[in-house]
């Protein structure tokens, strides 16, 4: 039987081994960042990006030097963001269930 895992690639751009995976096909733990740390990045920067759209808010209210523009772009983008890790969120108890549903 044959690797499959280590047949997938990165299809956007080929030749690129998935991060993550060595040339084995197996973990590589210090190629790169853990999902734990890519996860807490995204969260951090949700947060962040929030924080910016509240204190943009706050400065437009306040008739600081802020167009409405920039007060939507700061909006918009920590809605996406939160949009985004949602998703995630769901993506992630899916697979969680599916995980659970299998039989050993």
Not at 44 to 50: C, D, F, G, I, V
Not at 69 to 92: G, H, I, Y
Request: hydrophobic share 40%; glycine share 8%; charged share 20%.
């Amino acid at each position: 039987m044959t690797n499959s895992i280590g047949n997938i690639g990165n299809t956007f751009v080929p030749g690129i081994p998935p991060v993550g995976i060595n040339e084995a096909g197996t973990a590589n733990p210090s190629g790169g960042p853990s999902f734990k740390e890519l996860m807490l990045d995204s969260l951090n920067n949700a947060n962040q990006l929030q924080l910016d759209s509240q204190q943009a808010v706050e400065k437009g209210l306040l008739g600081e030097d802020i167009t409405q523009a920039e007060v939507f772009t700061s909006v918009k983008k920590a809605d996406l963001a939160l949009r985004m890790m949602v998703q995630m969120r769901n993506k992630l108890l899916e697979a969680y269930n599916e995980v659970q549903k299998m039989q050993l």
